[in-house]
């Protein structure tokens, strides 16, 4: 949804909406992603993390790694095709149950965590 209403904001328009299966969710999207333009963030924006930032609090690292806006704008969503990202093969991240990375911790992952998690994941 933030790509699309950047997308639609740049080509000029000024008034973007939905249809049937647009959901609260998708206008607070929207709204944050064009919170400069309208000066302020929507009022429910403070009830969440931007971009997944809830997640530097989970105990597995490819959990950890998806807490950043470049993961979810990369996303493919799964479409049931055979080359569709539900179809591929699992990622391997090389961890099992004892590694010190899933230590539940108290605070947020940082930044500087969550790349070497990322590091953790085989090629």
């Not at 992603?33 to 931007?50: F, I, Q, T």
């Not at 493919?76 to 990202?85: E, F, H, L, T």
Request: hydrophobic share 35%.
């Amino acid at each position: 949804m933030h790509n699309y209403a950047r997308e639609a904001y740049n080509m000029g328009i000024r008034y973007i909406g939905g249809c049937c299966g647009f959901e609260p969710y998708h206008v607070r999207a929207v709204a944050e992603e064009l919170s400069k333009e309208r000066g302020k963030m929507p009022a429910a924006s403070d009830k969440h993390d931007m971009w997944g930032a809830g997640l530097r609090m989970h105990t597995k690292p490819w959990v950890r790694a998806r807490a950043g806006r470049d993961y979810w704008e990369n996303l493919q969503p799964a479409s049931g095709r055979p080359y569709a990202a539900s179809m591929s093969q699992p990622d391997c991240w090389g961890v099992t149950r004892g590694h010190d990375s899933l230590v539940q911790k108290k605070g947020a992952t940082t930044d500087a965590e969550i790349k070497t998690a990322c590091m953790l994941k085989k090629s």
